[in-house]
């Protein structure tokens, strides 16, 4: 079974903070994505990955920045959190056609 | 702009009973869905997927039907138990990249 892990499921942080979220998938996937969902907007793309060390705005970027070094992970990183980050963040690898698997989210305040 | 909805927000179904859940897609350059299950505080779950050289599609207790000349398709769930309760999502897979419907939450009555 395709497993992806996220560092943490609940995450609270203070504005201003910088903040780690990290996704590690097991499948050898090239894909990796991460999004946040909140209610009435659905899932939201914020990056995603099609290699190592490359990576792609979604439809969301701004205030976010992403790290792929390793094929397996994927970083998320919010450079100065602020309230309206509060969100669930969803991670989630595909192959290049396949389907996409997602973890099982980190739930982030922001303070 | 293109986009995948779902037909209805909310669904109540007995303990049971056959579940249909709906989705419209307008992007007739999609050749590939998927559906999801997404149950309160996790992530999406992966269900079902269809391809477009597809109409119909079958996996434990679920089955997936598609009819690219409406540009329709629909999850049906078998004998619906209190565990399917959750939100179901389709989603429009082009190249990498994944548009989400809205959702339909289903509830099962028991």
């Known amino acids: 079974d395709v497993k992806v892990t996220q560092s943490s499921r609940y995450l609270v942080k203070r504005t201003g903070e910088k903040v780690f979220l990290e996704c590690v998938q097991d499948?050898?996937?090239?894909?990796m994505f991460w999004y946040r969902q909140d209610p009435g907007l659905g899932l939201r793309l914020i990056y995603f990955?099609?290699?190592?060390?490359?990576?792609e705005k979604g439809d969301i970027p701004e205030g976010y920045s992403v790290s792929r070094e390793k094929k397996e992970r994927f970083s998320l990183i919010l450079e100065s959190a602020s309230t309206n980050q509060t969100s669930m963040y969803l991670c989630?690898?595909?192959?290049?056609?396949?389907?996409?698997?997602f973890g099982p989210g980190t739930r982030l305040t922001v303070l | 702009g293109e986009s995948v909805g779902l037909h209805l927000p909310t669904l109540s179904v007995q303990e049971g009973d056959n579940s249909i859940i709906n989705c419209a897609y307008s992007?007739?350059?999609?050749?590939?869905f998927i559906w999801y299950k997404q149950e309160s505080g996790k992530g999406p779950q992966f269900i079902i997927d269809?391809?477009?050289?597809?109409d119909k599609r079958q996996g434990q207790r679920v089955t997936v039907l598609l009819n690219k000349t409406v540009k329709h398709l629909s999850l049906q769930i078998a004998a619906t138990q209190p565990g399917d309760s959750a939100v179901y999502f389709c989603?429009?897979?082009?190249?990498?990249?994944?548009?989400f419907g809205a959702g339909t939450t289903v509830t099962v009555r028991a």
């Open positions: 989630a690898s595909s192959t290049y056609s396949g389907a996409q698997f």
């Open positions: 499948m050898d996937h090239e894909n």
């Open positions: 990955s099609y290699d190592v060390k490359m990576k």
């Open positions: 992007n007739s350059a999609s050749d590939y």
């Open positions: 269809i391809r477009s050289n597809m």
């Open positions: 989603a429009e897979n082009i190249g990498y990249k994944l548009s």
